[in-house]
């Protein structure tokens, strides 16, 4: 039982902010566990053990000392009952794989300076770890006990320069243990392990950078990848690299990133860019040598690569890990949010809430939206926005720019979806296309396709979406220096078919709004008006790009493997970057009011504002200090819905509608403003990743919180409301187009039975157990109690809800509901009581009293000032309506001439 002190004064809410998703899937390699029926993946620090077959986080593993990543967890080959992992301290926890405890905790013996890069187990008592100088870029090659930490061979002789593409692989070469290294470079480094002067450097045939490297769980053999697409395999002596035998295996026709033997030696399975799995037979089952198979068409490009005797298991760079069988057939898919596509995170993405569902609607991969529940913590459903094939990569081009979803917005009830995608390489003309979704109610979509429009601004990218709170028209605003306003139609039509009329809801656009000439600058750019013709090359001719032999400063294929944690400049950003003209009146964020009426636009440094329905402009605000350009805008909601909330890139201001001046002003430097439909509550995000929810009646913030995040390692650039009561805030973040973050109230204790006041303290634990009334006592009070609250709280809600309108939005007078008008003037009618419904018994009179009059029982009804008589009035219209022709007729004949 659970006792809570009254204070005085009502207490603050506490908030917390805790990481929802985003959190990276395929940083590591995963692992089997030894029954096959699970696999380990490393999730920064911790490690999460998914079921193959239902795809469930079952438990998590975690290690008692502080650590900031996991580096790599492996299992013995003939030990299935502990687990091994590393941090990138160097600090060594082994778990026991059935009660998932911590057994130890052992810290390696290396400087505070250096950093573990890979680790591997050699046998059930030593490791074999690389490590970098943080200070020197020097890269330390040792072999280390997992019993005590302790050093026991340092690997001075062999010399591997540092490259963030580092591979390592231990097999078996003459009864030794041995390591294969590469780091991007074109030269593949094998160390035996315990005789350190046995080393050798493979060259790479024609001098082709190798990016991974496999060894063979029995014999002297490894294979090697390289950025041509060749998979070589290597057998001998492979200490002597004039006794090695190499055979090719080529079908890449890109460089594969990964590269896996099978559990018994007879397979291989490499991936790579062209997002294909694919399982090679070696020579030794001589009739089935070099068949290949394929998993083809997977959803991003292939990281690592794991198998067991009957599964493999494929990091995807969307951020999600397929499970196929040995058959090659998928059967699980764990997924995560993020794995967002370069050029997405280039164009920008959007976060919306979806009530319905309690969901958060967010970019994906390459042409889809994820809708990820909030409440389950997991993502429902991949929407596939563009329905098109993604493009493939070529020699010349690794990151093609692909057709992306670039805004988004959902009505308030959650009724219509709209989205606006947008595809322009300077050589075909560009492709844009504006889509709308309504809402199904069929678990396996959430949303169907109604509309498609396409060029609906003309080629150019839209900026900004707005949808009304019932999803009846939709504004877009576009790079064309246009807003256009689209509307929803219901039109019937009559079936020959079926004899029937149908109804078919569609789409259109209404007009197209513009605040200068509308004619945008973008649209003198040459590929709007002529086609470029890009070079031919020979199926069977080969060109040396840099990338292939050489590292440079800005390293495609370093890029492309650490793209999917890119948070700054990427390679797609200088491609899809418009060109930068007068922004004197170019597009910025467009919004509609709670009621409709009004839409406001930003051209440039002017905020406009127009009627929705009759389509033109009614007003312009301007204001020094919101040059050079507006970024957002929001209308205000509820009682707050006659104000208007602007962002620049330096301030925040806050318009009166009703005056048009503004009522008050803020410099500071945000990122984000958004407002909740369902309160006055709106919430904005700053460079330093703060958060401040305010209403626009004050300046004064309703909640702040400064510093949530380090912006060194990225900024907030989305948020949005959740559901919450009137009292509390529920705000979802978005960092670096993917990590979800929650401002959400603190957890209550639970078991709250009472609620003693300070001067009722129980003086002793045992008197908090004892009840100051009885049942029936409590239960009487609280029964009348609460009616009486019911009947107050619900005309004080009428009322307040009536009176929060804005005074604009409030219809003439004349039309209230005459209940309305008795109750604000003070009216009210005098019940009679149940005491004085029947006539009060009294004594007869006596002989005494028989000539006094007889005093009435009943007190009388106070006069009133003003009784309304509706029922008079409707007796006089009729008789009028009765008495008066409808039409003079010596009237209409004069005026028609008739």
């Keep these: 039982m659970g006792v809570k002190t009254l204070n005085d004064e009502t207490p603050s809410t506490k908030y917390v902010f805790n990481r929802k998703a985003g959190r990276s899937l395929i940083e590591r390699r995963p692992v089997f566990s030894p029954d096959g029926e699970s696999i380990l993946i490393i999730v920064e620090n911790v490690v999460r053990v998914y079921n193959i077959q239902t ?19 492996q299992f013995l080959e003939d030990e299935d009952y502990n687990l091994y992992g590393c941090s990138d301290s160097g600090l060594i926890t082994t778990w026991t794989w059935e ?32 490590s970098l100088n943080m200070t020197t870029l020097q890269v330390y090659l040792a072999r280390h006990s997992i019993k005590n930490g302790s050093l026991g061979c340092h690997y001075i002789n062999t010399n591997v320069p540092y490259f963030e593409v580092m591979c390592v692989a231990i097999g078996w070469c003459f009864g030794d243990r041995f390591a294969a290294i590469t780091n991007g470079t074109k030269i593949l480094y094998i160390q035996n392990l315990y005789k350190p002067h046995l080393r050798t450097e493979i060259h790479s045939q024609n001098e082709f950078r190798i990016l991974s490297v496999a060894a063979h769980h029995r014999e002297n053999m490894i294979a090697i990848t390289d950025t041509l697409g060749r998979v070589t395999i290597l057998r001998g ?41 694919v399982k090679w037979t070696l020579g030794t089952l001589a009739q089935k ?95 596939d926005i563009t329905q098109v094939n993604s493009l493939t990569s070529e020699r010349h081009n690794l990151i093609p720019l692909e057709l992306e979803v670039t805004c988004a917005a959902i009505s308030a009830d959650g009724s219509w979806l709209v989205t606006s995608e947008y595809r322009n390489d300077g050589v075909n003309y560009p492709e844009e296309k504006l889509k709308f979704f309504a809402a199904k109610t069929i678990k396996s979509r959430p949303f169907g396709l109604n509309t498609c429009v396409d060029l609906s601004h003309g080629g150019c ?96 294929i370093k890029t492309i493997f650490n793209i999917h944690k890119n948070v700054g400049q990427t390679l797609v950003d200088k491609r899809v970057a418009e060109r930068k003209g007068p ?109 401040y929810v305010f209403s626009p009646h004050s300046s004064i913030p309703i909640l702040v919180q400064k510093g949530l995040l380090d912006p060194a390692a ?48 129980p003086p002793s634990a045992f008197s908090a157990l004892m009840a100051e009334q009885t049942l029936y006592d409590v239960k009487s009070f609280t029964n009348t109690a609460t009616q009486e609250l019911n009947k107050a709280a619900l005309a004080n809600t009428a009322i307040s809800q009536f009176l929060s309108a804005a005074p604009h939005m409030v219809p003439p007078v004349s039309m209230l ?49 003003w009784a309304p008589s509706y029922e008079q009035v409707k007796e006089k219209r009729l008789k009028k309506m009765l008495r008066d022709p409808l039409l003079d007729l010596d009237l209409t004949s004069s005026v028609f001439g008739v």
């Design 55 to 73: 795809g469930d986080c079952i438990r998590t593993l975690e290690t008692e000392g502080s650590i900031n990543e996991l580096v790599a967890v």
């Design 99 to 130: 009660h998932g405890a911590v057994l130890r905790e052992v810290q390696l013996q290396i400087p505070n300076f250096v950093k573990v890069c890979t680790f591997n187990l050699i046998n059930s008592n030593e490791c074999f770890v690389t």
């Design 237 to 277: 002596n492979l200490y002597d690299y004039r006794q090695i035998a190499r055979e090719v295996l080529h079908w890449h026709a890109l460089p594969p990133f990964a590269s896996c033997f099978s559990t018994e030696g007879n397979y291989l399975i490499t991936g790579g860019l062209e997002k294909v799995l």
């Design 289 to 383: 040598a070099h068949e290949k198979i394929f998993i083809p068409r997977l959803p991003g490009f292939i990281r690592y690569i794991t198998a067991n005797n009957s599964h493999i298991a494929v990091t995807l760079s969307n951020n999600s890990v397929v499970i196929a069988s040995s058959l090659m057939y998928v059967e699980t898919t764990i997924l995560e949010c993020g794995g967002l596509s370069p050029v997405c995170r280039a164009l920008g993405a959007s976060l919306v809430y979806y009530r319905p569902m309690s969901a958060l609607l967010m970019p994906g991969r390459t042409g889809y939206l994820q809708l990820y529940s909030t409440v389950t913590n997991k993502v429902l459903y991949n929407i």
């Design 461 to 556: 990218r839209v900026v900004s979406l707005a949808l009304n709170n019932k999803g009846e028209f939709c504004v877009s605003s576009g790079t064309d220096q246009k807003f256009r306003i689209w509307k929803r139609e219901t039109t019937q039509h009559h079936e020959k078919r079926t004899q029937q009329y149908i109804k078919t809801t569609g789409w259109y656009c209404l007009t197209a709004c513009y605040y200068s000439s509308g004619i945008a600058y973008h649209l003198r750019n040459p590929v709007h008006n002529k086609f470029k013709v890009g070079k031919n090359l020979h199926a069977n001719e080969v060109v040396n790009y840099p990338y292939m032999k050489e590292i440079t400063y800005d390293d495609v």
């Design 583 to 691: 922004n004197e009146f170019s597009m910025g964020g467009v919004a509609i009011s709670q009621d409709g009426s009004l839409i406001a636009a930003w051209f440039g440094c002017k905020l406009t504002l127009w009627d929705s329905h009759l389509c033109n402009l009614r007003t312009t605000l301007s204001h020094p200090a919101l040059r050079p350009k507006g970024v957002n805008v929001q209308f205000g909601n509820n009682d707050a819905a006659h104000y208007l909330v602007c962002t620049t890139n330096k301030c925040l201001a806050v318009w009166s509608l009703l005056s048009l001046t503004i009522k008050w002003m803020v410099q500071i430097e945000t990122t984000c403003l958004v407002s909740d439909p369902y309160s006055n509550k709106m919430a904005m995000l700053t460079t330093n990743n703060d958060v």
């Design 714 to 761: 990225g900024v907030c650039n989305y948020c949005a409301f959740g559901s919450s009561s009137p009292d509390t805030v529920r705000l979802y973040v978005m960092r670096n187009d993917s990590e979800i973050y929650c401002l959400e109230p603190e957890k209550s204790e639970e078991g709250r039975l009472e609620v003693i006041s300070r001067r009722n303290l």
């Design 817 to 865: 509901c005459p209940l309305f008008l008795q109750h604000i003037s003070g009216y009210k009618e005098v019940e009679q009581s149940d005491d004085e419904e029947g006539p009060m018994e009294v004594d007869l009179p006596t002989s005494d009293d028989e000539d006094l009059p007889a005093k009435s029982t009943r007190t009388p009804k106070p006069a009133l000032l």
